[in-house]
């Protein structure tokens, strides 16, 4: 891991997994438990994703919006903050973030073209709005170290970068953003629980290259577990679900064109 990230914004700002999974008492008056919160979190990240493939911008801006998003929600209620205004913020700040500005304009658009509904049909004022209430909240803590770097070199050091393996490495990597694992874990350790991942469902040995590495161990393999609890615990979430979570905070279900 790059020696700068230990003395990062981001590394100050990990959390224990106990203060992720805080439910604001605003969205707990209505009914909102941490299951829903987890759900409508992982709905916003898919979210995110699907309006930066229409605008085009790197798997990298995405990374950041989720994080910013997922950090923005331990510090603030869904009741107050709409995730549909907040999610497209956030992907916007981070698209500035990451120098690969997307404009509001454009942000409203697809918005608009993706959702039916009027009630989420914003207008570029409300996420200029929006954005600088965001940054108050990120304490304008920007910058946001991902697992992908760690994630390349570490498979051309244990010489596993195959195509084989990246994808799939590189794809358990963007699943993490589905998570709260970013706010939590140091980057590294995440691209190292995805490579073990990767590896046993290659069936490839790399306990020697592992042991070289003296990170612990105990620390990878528990991420490792929170990654397939994961895939096996929301292999069947239904819309009906995510719709049902949503309710509770008033938002209509959603009708997407």
């Known amino acids: 891991m790059a020696a700068n990230f230990w003395t990062s914004s981001h590394y100050k700002q990990l959390l224990d997994q106990e203060e992720v999974d805080v439910v604001q008492p605003l969205d707990r008056d209505k009914g909102i438990n941490l299951e829903d919160f987890k759900l409508i979190k992982m709905h916003m990240s898919n979210y995110i994703s699907k309006l930066a493939q229409h605008v085009k911008v790197r798997q990298r801006v995405v990374a950041t919006a989720v994080t910013y998003m997922r ?26 973030a990451e120098e690969s500005t997307v404009q509001a304009r454009l942000l409203v658009f697809y918005i608009k073209k993706i959702y039916s509904d009027e009630k989420y049909r914003y207008e570029v004022k409300d996420i200029l709005e929006m954005e600088m209430k965001i940054l108050e909240a990120l304490n304008y803590y920007l910058v946001v170290f991902h697992p992908y770097r760690s994630l390349v070199q570490f498979l051309h050091d244990a010489g596993m ?68 609890d994961f ?15 949503s309710s509770k905070l008033g938002l209509k279900p959603e009708t997407s064109r």
């Open 71 to 96: 950090r923005f929600y331990t510090r603030k209620s869904m009741t107050e903050y709409d995730p549909h205004l907040v999610a497209p913020t956030c992907l916007y700040l981070a698209s500035k």
């Open 161 to 228: 970068n195959d195509i084989s393996m990246t994808q799939l490495s590189w794809g358990l990597v963007n699943d993490t953003y589905k998570m709260d694992l970013i706010l939590v874990h140091p980057p590294h350790l995440i691209a190292l629980a995805c490579i073990y991942i990767a590896s046993v469902y290659r069936e490839k040995d790399n306990t020697a290259w592992f042991e070289e590495l003296r990170v612990d161990m105990n620390v990878v393999k528990t991420i490792s577990m929170e990654i397939l």
């Open 231 to 245: 895939y096996e615990g929301h292999r069947m979430v239904s819309d009906e679900r995510i719709n049902s979570a």
